[in-house]
């Protein structure tokens, strides 16, 4: 089983995921697929399956009213990818702290 934030990137790897993902937390309320599905130059049922991806992943949550299934975003998953990040980010200010600190005593 994949952890939480490999689904996250490999959900986001893909560019029309992004760009679909986006096109969510920019309406910042849920649309039906028919709606995002027009968007795209892709077919319904190729973006029903990024949505699934990204569902998966947990950026974004499918409801179903009557026969029409609408999707919202999800953002707070990228808070795992964020936390991640922050200790590289870390880790590489330390370095080039350190690295500045052993050349100023050259």
């Not at 952890?3 to 309320?29: G, N, Q, S, W, Y």
């Amino acid at each position: 089983m994949q952890d939480k934030i490999t689904k996250i990137l490999k959900a986001i790897a893909d560019p029309t995921r992004r760009e679909i993902f986006h096109a969510l937390v920019l309406a910042a309320t849920a649309l039906p697929i028919t709606h995002i599905s027009s968007q795209f130059d892709i077919s319904r049922q190729g973006v029903t399956k990024h949505l699934k991806t990204l569902e998966d992943a947990g950026l974004v949550q499918t409801n179903i009213k009557g026969r029409e299934r609408f999707c919202i975003a999800d953002t707070k998953p990228l808070k795992e990818i964020n936390k991640w990040l922050k200790f590289y980010e870390q880790f590489w200010d330390d370095t080039l702290n350190n690295l500045g600190s052993y050349l100023d005593q050259k």
